[in-house]
């Protein structure tokens, strides 16, 4: 039944590709990539990536459709007509072809016998339940054994939020006209009264949920990375609805600004601690003197939380900028 | 039982993804991808307890929650074109 379903889902997928790539409305394109996003995310989870499915569904059909649809609100719908050339389709049957050709070399689906499978995955396995104890073996990897890639993620994160920010603006700036990317829909969705009343209930549990996750991590799916994007999508969701400036009333630009630094200082001073501690940086065991179990689940919270603080503010200050970009357009 | 559930999700996916790509309105895309976003929900449901994960439904929740929002969006972006493109 399962591989009937995911053959189904390649099927929806492949369909959507050629779609997106050849409509020329981009509002439709953009609804199409949330589907795109969604048939990910449910492959993701036949597959028991539920982690990676869940990061999907949060930033590739939740943020990632937003933001598209923020940019398009400030470019037009329409997309240019195209200039028929065939240099750029020869570039890229080329590096198609160059893809295709490259996973001749990789190991077969489920091969148990591939690099994955047998390089420290299985120590990783094995060793977590005594390590660190806790039952998200997908977390232990992230956030300790692989705790200095997840932090350069982080910078790259927080590298992406301010090259994004230096380009619209932190949306300070200009004088606060009515039509503001908020207060324009602010006007507009208080005749939408069934949403005004199901946001006002709803936006709480969607920053609960958020919470949740952020701190249920060790133990189901999700992490910092998810509960930060469906934090900041609990504060976007309420300033579409209430306007823009009711959001930056509860939380200010500047402490959005802050949090995006705060989050990866809070990262780094975890490793610096377990550095004082007597450990290798970002070496939780010496958190804890008497239980290294303990330290590295404590490492772990805490390095999880540096990442949502960061993530939420990131996608929280690139609202602020588009918001603040349509008000002066 | 779940099996049959399933195929009949699977079944209105198609139908609702033909939608979106046809259009021929903005309207007939957002309703489209709204209910692509709820059959997304239940077939993840479905396959968690088809395949013995029902905790899968944590899953589930979050695409639930993400699809409100969008759906607001959506209706933002509407508003930004004045009523749509056709």
Do not use: C
């Not at chain 1, 959005?256 to 200082?265: H, S, Y």
């Not at chain 1, 990262?267 to 008497?290: K, M, R």
Request: proline share 5%; charged share 15%; no cysteine.
């Amino acid at each position: 039944m399962i591989p009937l379903i995911s053959a189904a889902l390649f099927a929806f997928l492949l369909a959507v590709a050629v779609a997106v790539a050849r409509t020329r409305d981009l509002f439709a394109a953009a609804m199409l990539t949330g589907i795109f996003s969604l048939l990910s995310a449910g492959l993701f989870t036949l597959l028991d990536a539920v982690d990676v499915a869940f990061t999907e569904a949060a930033v590739g059909a939740g943020i990632s459709t937003l933001l598209i649809l923020g940019t398009l609100s400030l470019t037009g719908s329409p997309e240019a007509p195209p200039r028929r050339s065939w240099a750029p389709l020869g570039v890229v049957a080329l590096a198609g072809g160059a893809l295709l050709y490259a996973t001749l070399d990789m190991p077969a689906f489920g091969d148990p016998g591939a690099p994955a499978h047998l390089h420290v995955a299985p120590e990783y396995l094995a060793d977590t339940p005594e390590d660190i104890g806790i039952p998200n073996v997908v977390t232990a990897v992230l956030a300790s054994y692989r705790g200095y890639d997840t932090l350069g993620e982080l910078v790259v994160i927080l590298a992406a939020g301010v090259g994004v920010l230096l380009l619209v603006g932190s949306g300070d700036g200009g004088g606060g006209g009515e039509r503001a990317l908020g207060s324009e829909s602010h006007v507009r969705m208080r005749e939408k009264l069934v949403l005004r009343v199901v946001a006002r209930r709803l936006v709480p549990f969607v920053l609960l949920f958020a919470l949740y996750v952020q701190f249920h991590g060790d133990y189901g799916p999700g992490g910092g990375f998810q509960a930060g994007v469906v934090f900041a999508a609990g504060l976007i969701l309420y300033g579409m609805i209430f306007g823009v400036d009711e959001v930056r009333r509860v939380v200010g630009p500047r402490a959005v600004e802050v949090g995006i630094a705060a989050g990866v200082l809070l990262f780094i001073g975890v490793g610096v601690a377990s550095l004082l501690g007597g450990a290798n940086f970002l070496d939780y065991s010496a958190l804890d003197p008497h239980d290294p179990a303990h330290g590295r689940h404590l490492g772990i919270l805490g390095i999880e939380l540096g990442v949502g603080v960061t993530v939420a503010s990131v996608m929280t200050a690139i609202y602020y900028g588009f918001a603040g970009r349509s008000r002066r357009a | 039982m779940f099996a049959a559930a399933a195929i009949a999700v699977l079944i209105t996916m198609a139908l609702a993804l033909l939608r979106a790509l046809r259009g021929p309105t903005v309207y007939d895309r957002i309703l489209a991808l709204n209910m692509f976003g709820t059959k997304t929900v239940l077939l993840i449901a479905v396959a968690g307890f088809l395949t013995g994960r029902p905790e899968w439904l944590d899953l589930a929740l979050l695409y639930a929650l993400i699809g409100f929002v969008l759906r607001n969006t959506k209706y933002r972006g509407l508003g930004a074109d004045e009523g749509g493109t056709p």
